[in-house]
């Protein structure tokens, strides 16, 4: 009857209800782990300047407040664009350049039609940190972190390239920060995206 068909409407209404609040609760949990991961680490870069060399001391705290009141307003708005990422990692990349110097070269190819389609926000910093981390940094004479994006058949794809110092033997990518990413893709989209780690050419990933 009607009564028992309105019933069995709300019980899968209130059911899909509490599915979205656990994928959101999800998602808000991953997005926290990223960033006290990387004021950690900042932090104490800023620690050894400030008794090392105040003056870039000083640009690297300003570079972080800067960073840091745009993640918080960016997080407090109910949507994010791919134009919001970019802002943001050009931020963090000027925070990084301070540390690595000439080391860190980067290069962005980012047509500028795609920054206002929709984007999970700090999605891509794990990726780009990982770049810098694991490839970079070890490398003799660094190397260029590269961020592109494209669309190809109604499907955004981006991609963080580096010339580092590459995979290592038996490494299939699933450290913290490609971990987080993996999940947050999942629980925002399901099978409809996916993240692939693979050599880039020669050298880097």
Do not use: C, M
Request: aromatic letters at 4%.
């Amino acid at each position: 009857n009607a009564e028992a068909v309105a019933t069995e409407a709300q019980r899968r209404a209130e059911k899909e209800q509490l599915e979205r609040a656990a994928v959101e609760a999800h998602l808000e949990a991953l997005q926290a782990q990223i960033e006290p991961h990387f004021l950690f680490n900042t932090l104490a870069n800023l620690a050894v300047l400030i008794r090392g060399d105040p003056p870039r001391a000083e640009r690297l705290l300003a570079d972080l407040i800067a960073w840091l009141r745009a993640t918080l307003q960016r997080t407090r708005e109910a949507d994010s664009t791919l134009g919001d990422e970019i802002e943001l990692l050009r931020r963090y990349l000027d925070i990084l350049g301070l540390r690595l110097g000439d080391r860190l070269r980067v290069a962005f190819d980012v047509p500028e039609v795609l920054l206002a389609r929709p984007f999970p926000l700090l999605l891509l910093q794990p990726l780009v940190e990982n770049a810098i981390t694991h490839g970079i940094e070890p490398k003799v004479g660094g190397g260029e972190v590269r961020i592109a994006a494209v669309l190809a058949d109604g499907r955004l794809r981006l991609a963080v390239s580096d010339t580092g110092a590459g995979l290592r033997e038996g490494d299939a990518g699933t450290g913290f920060g490609l971990e987080n990413v993996r999940g947050r893709l999942h629980a925002l989209f399901g099978d409809g995206a996916s993240l692939d780690v693979r050599t880039n050419g020669e050298q880097g990933v």
